[in-house]
């Protein structure tokens, strides 16, 4: 049950984190707590000065510019972040020492600090990490530094092998170089072609007899299979000279490599190029640096994509073997899983459709979402475990490879009739057991497992909440988590026993948490906001009950001296569905609980990207929107922000709602609340505008197309008009494939519902946007023309990206919103 305590003040109002009362806040340099701070609460009426649309849609430098990019040093006792430069891109790095104040590092100084993705050596004496490309290894308790390469090239993947020295990549070539002597060898070479054949004999009658009628063809012919024998013999008997190389096929792509800890074996990922690379169009920029229209490549449509499946192969580098590893062991690997799906679209056009069995295309799983790689590899590095993903989106899989049948060997299956989720897919090893961990969503919401190789699997967590970030300590006592399971808008941390299941609670901070552990497992380094404060740095020691101590305090007094209205978190009944449709209302200045007679208009901001949480506690990264949203509450509007059905954070079946029917069920969550607004907020239903950007542009065109009555102005920016030109990724998942699913398309796409349009329509375009095309508004814009609509206004963006830059394009965007709203409510 979440604390009545944080219901009133973190949920009702907000909760604001503070240090001291004598520490000042500077908009230009990082402002340490001088004495451990610990979390408590402030007023959320901070300030008096009003907020102006000027200023909320200036360049975010005026808030105070959030630690950034932090990390642990090798030490666990000095955290390391970045901080913006005021006015620039350019970024400084601050170290905090023993939770002191923030020094500042010099640019000579970087190379020494470590990284977020630095290696341990088992015996957690030494930590290597790349600088620059460079290979740096670290001696813990000396802190003593040796740079291991000096190139302009770029060392990554860096792993500690069983013998102590470091292997890397550089492109397509592994190397390993020794700790103590710094000297490296190149352990195997990966070639992106087909094998050379070598001198080959000749060959046809023509061929034959030139060879035996002049002898210069043939000596040449024999002094070239000399030189091919010679330097074969030279290879097996001389163990100075590199001699590991493997052809994985020409105009091939490598996805991914990953090399075993004892350094014998690398498994590795190709596709076609053509399938993975294609860029089919182009995104014409009209204001180019030289003055010329600048054609931009520009990726394909989700109706170009054709099925594609990855070859995984099993390098042994020990007996120079090579096999393509087939996908024959999975369960279900040959279900036509769609085929429901396709006799629904075949009826449509009079035909029958007959399920087939057939082998599914199949890759590696995306990093879309995530932080690690899909091929893990225990401790020993006698198992390796590789998550594979079905092109239909309908299954993932888990498995291990027999080294003795070359042959993958299934551990887990999670099959889903709507879309596997491409995030919450964390998986690994044990560090002392061949035991599997991972999340997955079966339950209905994602949750911990464990699995031993020759058993059946565990859940470790459970409930109606979320789980991801997982990070397992050493001794396999505990696996660190975020999870939102007080409220779903509140994430704290967490970790777990896999051994007993024991849950121990760990934060208990009221907002937006994410965490660190620190390389000796002592502490937990925290990124934590509030509804009202954007996120700063916390240090607490990684047990129940520890003490929060503040690292950094960059809030400017220009945004603590606004007064901002701190929206409430209520949850809407659904319609639809048993669960509530939770959602942020920012309510009047003047309101007052219970008021009757004049009516008041109200707007609903639409989140973008659907698959996205907004209506949580803390920081948004909709700042400028929350600070607008601020100013029409305080000129009399009731503002909600929904986290509609497909929002992130509340499990499987609101994600997957929208399955072949995007547009549809959110709307009727928008309809709701539009309801709970005029019930509990004094709200007049024909005063309600609704706006929102990418996804929420995508909304705003559905709601006043499908339900034209139910808002009567609407700002649709940066907006999807037709998902057959959106990206694959995230289309096919929820609407399949358009070659496979026209049904879906049409249905999802605003373009096929323009004829209802009868209200005001705003439309806002960015003319370089390489994620939603500048082509959907056009297309649209003409097929409003056709129907000759009247009611809409478009406004196009020369020199903008998706994600606006300019604080002057901002400015504008939203007086145009801001116009709308007061011309038609």
Same mark, same amino acid.
């Given at each position: 049950?979440?604390?009545?305590?944080?219901?009133?003040?973190?949920?009702?109002?907000?909760?604001?984190?503070?240090?001291?009362?004598?520490?000042?806040?500077?908009?230009?340099?990082?402002?340490?707590?001088?004495?451990?701070?610990?979390?408590?609460?402030?007023?959320?009426?901070?300030?008096?000065?009003?907020?102006?649309?000027?200023?909320?849609?200036?360049?975010?430098?005026?808030?105070?510019?959030?630690?950034?990019?932090?990390?642990?040093?090798?030490?666990?006792?000095?955290?390391?972040?970045?901080?913006?430069?005021?006015?620039?891109?350019?970024?400084?790095?601050?170290?905090?020492?023993?939770?002191?104040?923030?020094?500042?590092?010099?640019?000579?100084?970087?190379?020494?600090?470590?990284?977020?993705?630095?290696?341990?050596?088992?015996?957690?004496?030494?930590?290597?990490?790349?600088?620059?490309?460079?290979?740096?290894?670290?001696?813990?308790?000396?802190?003593?530094?040796?740079?291991?390469?000096?190139?302009?090239?770029?060392?990554?993947?860096?792993?500690?092998?069983?013998?102590?020295?470091?292997?890397?990549?550089?492109?397509?070539?592994?190397?390993?170089?020794?700790?103590?002597?710094?000297?490296?060898?190149?352990?195997?070479?990966?070639?992106?072609?087909?094998?050379?054949?070598?001198?080959?004999?000749?060959?046809?009658?023509?061929?034959?007899?030139?060879?035996?009628?002049?002898?210069?063809?043939?000596?040449?012919?024999?002094?070239?299979?000399?030189?091919?024998?010679?330097?074969?013999?030279?290879?097996?008997?001389?163990?100075?000279?590199?001699?590991?190389?493997?052809?994985?096929?020409?105009?091939?792509?490598?996805?991914?490599?990953?090399?075993?800890?004892?350094?014998?074996?690398?498994?590795?990922?190709?596709?076609?190029?053509?399938?993975?690379?294609?860029?089919?169009?182009?995104?014409?920029?009209?204001?180019?640096?030289?003055?010329?229209?600048?054609?931009?490549?520009?990726?394909?449509?989700?109706?170009?994509?054709?099925?594609?499946?990855?070859?995984?192969?099993?390098?042994?580098?020990?007996?120079?073997?090579?096999?393509?590893?087939?996908?024959?062991?999975?369960?279900?690997?040959?279900?036509?899983?769609?085929?429901?799906?396709?006799?629904?679209?075949?009826?449509?056009?009079?035909?029958?459709?007959?399920?087939?069995?057939?082998?599914?295309?199949?890759?590696?799983?995306?990093?879309?979402?995530?932080?690690?790689?899909?091929?893990?590899?225990?401790?020993?590095?006698?198992?390796?475990?590789?998550?594979?993903?079905?092109?239909?989106?309908?299954?993932?899989?888990?498995?291990?490879?027999?080294?003795?049948?070359?042959?993958?060997?299934?551990?887990?299956?999670?099959?889903?009739?709507?879309?596997?989720?491409?995030?919450?897919?964390?998986f690994g090893w044990l560090n002392n057991s061949d035991t599997l961990y991972y999340l997955s969503e079966e339950s209905g919401y994602s949750h911990i497992y464990i699995k031993p190789l020759s058993g059946k699997s565990k859940q470790l967590t459970s409930g109606n909440y979320v789980v991801s970030h997982l990070t397992l300590s050493k001794d396999?006592?505990?696996?660190?988590?975020?999870?939102?399971?007080?409220?779903?808008?509140?994430?704290?941390?967490?970790?777990?026993?896999?051994?007993?299941?024991?849950?121990?609670?760990?934060?208990?901070?009221?907002?937006?948490?994410?965490?660190?552990?620190?390389?000796?497992?002592?502490?937990?380094?925290?990124?934590?906001?509030?509804?009202?404060?954007?996120?700063?740095?916390?240090?607490?020691?990684?047990?129940?009950?520890?003490?929060?101590?503040?690292?950094?305090?960059?809030?400017?007094?220009?945004?603590?001296?606004?007064?901002?209205?701190?929206?409430?978190?209520?949850a809407v009944p659904s319609s639809h569905t048993e669960q509530p449709v939770y959602a942020k209302v920012y309510y009047p200045a003047d309101y007052v609980e219970g008021e009757v007679g004049k009516k008041r208009k109200a707007v609903i901001f639409n989140h973008g990207a659907g698959y996205l949480q907004n209506s949580h506690m803390g920081w948004?990264?909709?700042?400028?929107?929350?600070?607008?949203?601020?100013?029409?509450?305080?000129?009399?509007?009731? !503002?909600?922000?929904?986290?509609? $059905?497909?929002?992130?954070?509340?499990?499987? =079946?609101?994600? &997957? #709602? +929208? *399955?072949?029917?995007?547009?549809?069920?959110?709307?009727?969550?928008?309809?709701?609340?539009?309801?709970?607004?005029?019930?509990?907020?004094?709200?007049?239903?024909?005063?309600?505008?609704?706006?929102?950007?990418?996804?929420?542009?995508?909304?705003?065109?559905?709601?006043?197309?499908?339900?034209?009555?139910?808002?009567?102005?609407?700002?649709?920016?940066?907006?999807?008009?037709?998902?057959?030109?959106?990206?694959?990724?995230?289309?096919?998942?929820?609407?399949?494939?358009?070659?496979?699913?026209?049904?879906?398309?049409?249905?999802?796409?605003?373009?096929?519902?323009?004829?209802?349009?009868?209200?005001?329509?705003?439309?806002?375009?960015?003319?370089?946007?390489?994620?939603?095309?500048?082509?959907? !508004?056009?297309?649209?814009?003409? $097929?409003?023309?056709?129907?000759?609509?009247? =009611?809409?206004? &478009? #406004? +196009? *963006?020369?020199?903008?990206?998706?994600?606006?830059?300019?604080?002057?394009?901002?400015?504008?965007?939203?007086?145009?919103?801001?116009?709308?709203?007061?011309?038609?409510?």
């Open positions: 049950m979440i604390k009545q305590s944080i219901i009133s003040a973190a949920i009702a109002s907000s909760l604001l984190l503070t240090g001291c009362q004598t520490t000042s806040h500077s908009s230009n340099k990082v402002q340490p707590q001088i004495t451990p701070a610990t979390v408590v609460t402030t007023p959320v009426d901070f300030g008096g000065k009003k907020i102006t649309l000027e200023q909320a849609m200036a360049h975010p430098d005026w808030l105070g510019r959030s630690p950034q990019s932090a990390f642990w040093a090798a030490d666990s006792n000095t955290v390391v972040f970045k901080q913006k430069q005021e006015g620039t891109d350019l970024k400084d790095t601050f170290i905090v020492a023993n939770n002191s104040a923030p020094v500042p590092v010099t640019l000579a100084e970087l190379h020494s600090l470590g990284a977020d993705n630095a290696i341990y050596s088992d015996n957690a004496k030494h930590q290597a990490y790349t600088f620059k490309g460079n290979i740096f290894v670290k001696a813990i308790s000396s802190g003593e530094i040796k740079q291991l390469t000096f190139s302009s090239e770029s060392a990554s993947q860096l792993k500690f092998l069983l013998t102590g020295d470091i292997a890397y990549r550089v492109e397509n070539t592994f190397y390993t170089v020794n700790v103590n002597t710094g000297q490296s060898k190149e352990l195997v070479k990966l070639h992106l072609d087909d094998a050379p054949k070598g001198t080959l004999e000749p060959k046809g009658y023509i061929a034959q007899e030139q060879h035996n009628l002049i002898q210069y063809v043939a000596l040449q012919h024999k002094n070239s299979k000399d030189k091919e024998q010679r330097l074969e013999q030279l290879k097996q008997q001389n163990t100075t000279i590199a001699n590991s190389h493997f052809y994985l096929g020409k105009d091939k792509y490598l996805v991914s490599a990953s090399l075993s800890p004892a350094g014998d074996k690398l498994i590795v990922v190709t596709a076609n190029n053509a399938d993975w690379r294609a860029a089919t169009d182009i995104m014409p920029n009209y204001v180019s640096q030289n003055g010329d229209i600048d054609p931009v490549k520009a990726r394909r449509r989700v109706a170009q994509a054709q099925a594609t499946s990855s070859d995984v192969l099993l390098l042994d580098l020990a007996r120079n073997n090579q096999v393509t590893l087939s996908y024959n062991s999975l369960p279900g690997f040959d279900e036509d899983v769609l085929a429901a799906v396709k006799a629904e679209n075949a009826k449509a056009l009079g035909e029958t459709y007959k399920a087939v069995k057939a082998p599914r295309a199949i890759n590696l799983i995306s990093d879309w979402g995530w932080d690690q790689s899909a091929i893990q590899w225990n401790q020993s590095g006698t198992e390796v475990a590789v998550m594979l993903e079905a092109w239909d989106n309908k299954d993932r899989w888990i498995a291990t490879v027999d080294f003795d049948a070359d042959k993958f060997v299934p551990q887990h299956r999670l099959h889903d009739d709507a879309w596997v989720n491409y995030t919450y897919n964390d396999d006592s505990a696996i660190y988590f975020k999870a939102n399971i007080e409220h779903p808008g509140l994430y704290e941390i967490y970790r777990v026993d896999p051994n007993t299941g024991v849950k121990e609670t760990l934060t208990d901070l009221n907002g937006m948490t994410d965490y660190s552990l620190s390389p000796d497992e002592s502490k937990l380094l925290l990124n934590h906001s509030k509804i009202m404060m954007p996120n700063e740095l916390y240090v607490a020691d990684a047990k129940t009950n520890a003490q929060v101590t503040r690292l950094t305090n960059t809030v400017s007094d220009a945004f603590l001296n606004k007064k901002l209205i701190a929206p409430k978190i209520v948004s990264g909709y700042f400028r929107e929350f600070m607008f949203h601020s100013l029409l509450a305080s000129e009399g509007y009731v !503002v909600m922000d929904m986290d509609y $059905r497909a929002s992130k954070g509340y499990g499987r =079946d609101w994600r &997957t #709602a +929208i *399955y072949r029917q995007m547009g549809k069920p959110e709307i009727e969550d928008l309809a709701d609340g539009v309801k709970w607004m005029a019930e509990h907020a004094n709200v007049d239903t024909n005063a309600v505008g609704t706006y929102g950007g990418s996804y929420g542009g995508f909304m705003t065109f559905m709601a006043l197309f499908t339900q034209p009555d139910l808002f009567q102005a609407g700002a649709a920016l940066r907006p999807v008009t037709d998902w057959a030109y959106y990206n694959t990724p995230y289309t096919s998942n929820i609407l399949n494939h358009p070659d496979v699913d026209p049904i879906a398309y049409r249905r999802s796409s605003p373009i096929y519902h323009a004829e209802g349009l009868k209200n005001d329509l705003l439309i806002n375009a960015p003319m370089i946007d390489d994620n939603v095309f500048f082509q959907d !508004v056009v297309r649209l814009v003409q $097929r409003l023309i056709e129907l000759e609509k009247q =009611d809409f206004e &478009t #406004a +196009i *963006y020369p020199v903008e990206p998706h994600g606006f830059v300019q604080p002057s394009s901002w400015l504008d965007e939203y007086r145009r919103i801001y116009k709308l709203f007061k011309e038609n409510l």
